[in-house]
């Protein structure tokens, strides 16, 4: 049973509970008499040996399988009666020692969830964000649903942006050393970023079976063993093929699945809607958990915080984004004063303490969303948390969807 709920803050629980030596008796009792039915003592038919011997050769062994029962439930029951929702496993702040007979004390320490009074939220407001669909977001997305339907078709030109060029690596050799491999049909579009800009920057211009010669000095990340080298590079185009864009017109709108243009039109108009729509509704989410989480300050279990920093220094090592962690003065010129030692040291602490403040925040949103939801009778799960804040957006009269 509980004795004492003590509050070391406002997160954090010693409980004080004792368990009445009877209930622990009346464990013990029950288990050497179930033994007694099945364990074989020598001298004694089964069931038949006196219960005081079965105590002598496993008393000890059944006193720690009661207490192993007996803890965990007395545990459960005095957290259901301090009406407290744990975060942690309890934490035991001192061994104890069970004497037969005697009642059990032990003391635990644990994080609960705050109690969140006075919650603040009727009041807020939401901004009205219209969602416009212009012509010209629809001439732009036709046209990149006309580059998409490009083709490219050999043609007598000369080289151009966007065009695809093949071209041949012919006579190339280290200065003073050993003849490069040749290579035949390279392709590359001009203007993507894997055609090589040694080589771009010199067919501009030029015709199929032109030769552009120039020297190239390799780095290690083109080649470890080449790193510093220069080498005499040859090279023949040996086609060229125009990128093609058809005419946004009814044969256009049929190859896409639609009678006319005028359907089509009215399609993409729609996916735009709902594209705007989602993005409008995502910045009043937002806006009502910034809001919320301004409004009502309270203390977070620093065991959620530490569990929030860690998944947002996960996303960021997942994604390479810097959005969890960068520190306001990322671009600023360093300190002359400053060794790069101590600019590295204090760039470190500004993103872990950014982080720290974004894991606060995270959590206490968290927090006041399940506090609303259990409060205005939703009851989700934890990956659902994004409806308890468009059902908050309709009470404030906005729109999510709109």
């Known amino acids: 049973m509980l004795k004492s709920l003590e509050d070391i803050n406002q997160t954090k629980k010693r409980l004080k509970i004792e368990v009445p ?14 033994l007694k039915n099945t364990v074989k003592i020598p001298g004694f038919r089964a069931g038949k040996a006196p219960v005081t011997l079965i105590e002598k050769r496993f008393g000890k062994q059944i006193e720690a399988e009661v207490l192993e029962k007996v803890v965990p439930e007395q545990l459960s029951s005095a957290i259901r009666e301090a009406a407290i929702d744990p975060v942690t496993m309890p934490v035991l702040e001192e061994e104890f020692e069970y004497k037969r007979n005697n009642p ?17 939220y009727e009041d807020l407001t939401v901004r009205d964000i219209p969602v416009n669909v212009e012509d010209e977001d629809i001439d732009d997305a036709l046209k990149a649903l006309q580059k998409k339907k490009a083709v490219f078709a050999v043609a007598d030109k000369v080289v151009e942006m966007d065009d695809f060029v093949s071209f041949d690596y012919v006579d190339s050799h280290i200065e003073g050393g050993e003849d490069l491999p040749s290579a035949k049909d390279a392709i590359s579009k001009l203007g993507n970023e894997i055609f090589p800009p040694d080589i771009m920057e010199r067919v501009l211009g030029k015709r199929k079976d032109d030769v552009v010669e120039f020297s190239k000095t390799f780095d290690k990340h083109e080649s470890k063993e080449l790193a510093g080298r220069t080498a005499q590079v040859k090279v023949r185009i040996s086609e060229v093929k125009k990128k093609t864009l058809p005419d946004i017109d009814d044969e256009f ?44 300050p309270f203390e977070v279990p620093d065991s959620l915080v530490q569990r929030e920093e860690e998944a947002i220094l996960l996303h960021k090592s997942v994604t390479g984004s810097q959005e969890s962690g960068e520190p306001a003065d990322a671009g600023k010129e360093p300190d002359s004063s400053e060794s790069p030692d101590q600019g590295d040291d204090q760039k470190a602490e500004a993103v ?51």
Not at 256 to 272: C, D, F, N, Q, S
Not at 281 to 293: F, H, T
């Open 253 to 296: 709108a049929k190859d896409l699945g639609y009678e006319h243009v005028a359907e089509l039109r009215e399609k993409v108009r729609e996916k735009i809607r709902a594209a705007k729509a989602e993005h409008v509704s995502k910045i009043q989410k937002a806006e009502i958990v910034r809001k919320l989480v301004e409004a009502n």
């Open 21 to 34: 030596a009877d209930l622990i008796e009346r464990e013990i009792i029950s288990s050497l008499e179930r």
């Open 104 to 120: 059990l004390s032990f003391t635990v320490t644990l994080e609960v969830k705050p109690k969140i009074e006075n919650l603040h």
């Open 352 to 402: 872990q303490e950014d982080i720290r403040s974004k894991a606060v925040r995270n959590v206490r949103a968290r927090l006041i969303l399940d506090t609303i939801g259990r409060k205005e009778g939703i009851i989700v799960s934890d990956a659902e948390v994004d409806e308890r804040v468009a059902f908050l957006a309709q009470k404030l009269s906005a729109t999510p969807e709109a």
